[in-house]
């Protein structure tokens, strides 16, 4: 019998809550918009990382006294935040707390309002992946790694004999590869974007669904002819101001070359980062691909990356064995339910002794 669970997922357009009462089935799951410093008045980010405290505490007290689950301790909180894993600090979270987040000591907060529970917070990112890694699929894969591609990037590497995520022994972080400096350029021509954190030219500037959002209108505007002839001109009026995210999905999805070519632009460094991770860590088994902008693209985003891989290559492998990218790199679950599953995992896991992933 599977330990029920109170599940968290924290992003930073939702928070979900859910109840886990066997291995990932997930029950009592209900949303709501997600307290951010775009919706909701505060004077200090602290007021924005109290609220979230209250409806934490308030929504696992409310699941655990109306559910037949009363008794249970243990919540897991998936959360969409770069951090600590070692201390539970968050880090920093743009979507959630902006340009002037500051580092937030979460576990410590909910420990000292509510210390009938057993706390557990994971990194949204890791949660995905311990989903995945819980699947008959990938059980004997040595490493596997996992890439969301939303409206951040980053990336977990699970490590199966360690049965653990390894993070730096200090800074207690992993796979934050939205974040890695890129010379971004289209038809050879260098592109400079600002990346959600501020600095120039990370790989989220560019390859994230914030970054093509902001790329597609400079490169409707940059190459008029190719964009009067593409689908893009007549989704969005003839105005490359506004051509949007969801016009490039419609125009890629018409196999529109000009939608193709920037689809294409925007896989190319993502395509690099798994030439340098497979190079260097050769156990690596699986690259699974989650998030908005990949359920978006849907088949034609893992062809584009396939393509610029094998464009690529990886030095006296793929010579030898053409389909070695193609085994390796698959679409992981497109679903909803990543964080409050890994979640529940994680706290099954770890919640005895409490504490972070
Ligand atoms: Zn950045």
Known sequence: VQTEVIAFDIGGTWFRSGLAIAKNELVSVTRRPAINYTNTAYREISDLQTALVDYLVVEANRLRSEHASQGTRLVGISMGAC?????????????????????????????????????????????????????????????????????????????????????????????????????????EQPIILTCDCGALNHVNAFCSGRGIASLIPLLSAKYTDDFH?????????????????????????????????????????????IVNLLTIDPEVEYVLFVGGVVNSFGSQYLESLLHRLDSIGLYQVTLYDPEFFKRRIRFGFLDDSSGLIGAALAARAYGAEGGNV
């Open 229 to 273: 002839n593409s689908l893009l001109s007549e989704l969005s009026q003839g105005l490359p101001g506004r051509v949007s995210v969801e016009d490039l999905v419609i125009a890629v999805h018409n196999l529109d070359s000009f939608a193709l070519s920037i689809l294409d632009a925007v896989t190319f460094p993502l395509a690099h980062i």
């Open 83 to 187: 951090i600590n894993a070692h201390s539970g600090r968050v880090l920093n979270s743009g979507p959630l707390w902006g340009v002037d987040c500051v580092p937030f000591d979460l576990l410590a907060a909910l420990r000292t309002r509510a210390p009938h529970f057993d706390w557990v917070i994971i990194n949204d990112i890791t949660a995905a992946l311990l989903r995945h890694k819980d699947e008959p699929t990938y059980a004997d894969a040595p490493r596997m790694t996992l890439i969301t591609v939303s409206t951040g990037i980053g990336c977990r590497t699970y490590d199966a004999r360690l049965h653990t995520v390894p993070v730096d022994p200090v800074h207690g972080v992993q796979g934050e590869i939205g974040h890695i400096p890129i010379s971004f350029s289209y038809r």
